[in-house]
């Protein structure tokens, strides 16, 4: 069979990749309110649920991020996407309640560690030049529909067979994920190291000014993004219910369409910070997105269409900041370094991605309970009054005099 050859293909071939392992990602988001009544989960039980699949990519991502610059990012990301197979396959067959869920939840962000930025990594070792740049947005883009097809494919098929029907869709992907990079994509060997520096030594990228100002900032975007992607599919739903009667677009597709819609906001933020300055562009962006977190909640109660409306808007916003960030790390990365600076992007930016769901849930439960409409709008201050701080953060990125 041939191998991939030519750029717009290795992009495209990556990019189909990603989505197919980003399907198990939000799959349990999508089936939040479910979950929360099959198995009498509180709110807080909720965010730990969602939040663990974050703690798990944290912890193994310094290790499978980092070893990308010392051996080929390939195997590392066909590893990755067999753990997320394997979990998402546990999951359909054992989950049970709320243990037995954030063990599976858990080794699927393990496996989410090996597949989502070391799958970036072997774009970006066999596409250089200038226009790399346009092939990390395009990467990042993609992300958001996986989260689309996530959404959509998780609350068709849970309408349909059930929810263990979900989890064996999304195990499956992750599995087509891996034969594909190994029949299409060849192997690479890696340049030698242009540092005797270990590749666990993380001290040159943590003293590195520029590269924190844009992973500092990033952990920020990922708390809002990520607590946002966790609940929205819940939010939705209590808006939904709040309206009375059937709704013409359930909280699924509405939750589906917003990712697709995150596709080009990220791109076009990535332009925007390219033409006009990254920190700039992205500082407003954060400030906008601010106000639009601590006030998106307290709409849950007006009509659902105006609430599908204010939602869509507010992940526009979110998403505006995504590629510029992780561009403007792997650009400031020191030479010979991006493996252990993507790795530390990661164990920053999921991290808050670990608290973000988690915080939710439990100011969620803390202000009154999933329905309340006044609990809903606390719960998405949390996201706001998190990226608020980015612009602080992104001052690191100005040269010094």
Not at 284 to 299: D, E, Q, T
Request: hydrophobic share 55%.
């Amino acid at each position: 069979m041939p191998h991939v050859r030519s750029p717009v293909a290795l992009i495209v071939l990556m990019c189909l990749c990603e989505v197919l392992t980003t399907l198990d990602a939000f799959a349990f988001a999508s089936l939040l309110p479910q979950f929360r009544t099959l198995w009498t989960l509180s709110a807080t039980e909720l965010g730990w649920i969602s939040g663990i699949f974050y703690a798990g990519y944290t912890l193994a991502v310094p290790v499978l991020v980092s070893l990308t610059d010392r051996i080929d990012a390939r195997p590392i990301y066909m590893s990755g996407a067999a753990i997320i197979a394997l979990s998402s396959f546990g999951f359909a067959l054992f989950a049970d309640g709320f243990w037995t869920a954030l063990v599976f939840r858990f080794f699927a962000g393990v496996g989410f560690a090996g597949a989502y930025m070391p799958g970036l990594r072997v774009l970006i070792d066999r596409y250089e030049g200038p226009n790399q740049p346009r092939a990390i947005a395009c990467y990042t883009a993609f992300f958001s529909l996986g989260v689309a097809n996530s959404y959509l494919i998780a609350g068709t098929l849970s309408d349909l067979f059930g929810w263990q029907a979900v989890f064996w869709a999304t195990g499956g992907a992750a599995a087509a994920a891996v034969v594909i990079v190994l029949a299409l994509l060849r192997g690479k060997k890696p340049p030698p190291p242009s540092t005797t520096v270990s590749v666990f030594d993380f001290r040159p990228i943590l003293s590195n000014r520029a590269v924190m100002g844009y992973v500092l900032g990033y952990a920020v975007h990922a708390w809002e993004l990520l607590g946002l992607r966790a609940w929205i599919v819940g939010f939705l739903a209590f808006s939904a219910g709040v309206a009375g009667g059937s709704v013409s677009i359930s909280p699924t597709i509405a939750a589906a369409f917003g990712a697709v819609l995150a596709i080009f906001a990220s791109i076009a933020g990535g332009e925007l910070a390219t033409r006009y300055g990254r920190r700039r562009v992205v500082s407003l962006i954060m400030l906008i997105s601010a106000v639009g977190g601590c006030s998106v909640g307290f709409a849950g109660t007006l009509p659902y269409g105006w609430v599908i409306f204010l939602t869509m808007a507010y992940i526009v916003l979110v998403q505006g900041e995504s590629a510029a960030l992780t561009t403007g790390t792997v650009q400031a990365a020191p030479p010979g370094r991006q493996g252990a600076t993507l790795a530390v992007h990661s164990i920053f930016g999921f991290t808050g991605g670990f608290f973000g769901p988690l915080v939710f849930g439990i100011a969620l439960d803390g202000f009154g309970g999933v329905e309340s409409g006044a609990a809903w709008g606390a719960a998405f201050a949390t996201l706001g009054l998190a990226v608020v701080t980015g612009p602080v953060f992104l001052l690191l990125t100005r040269p010094r005099r």
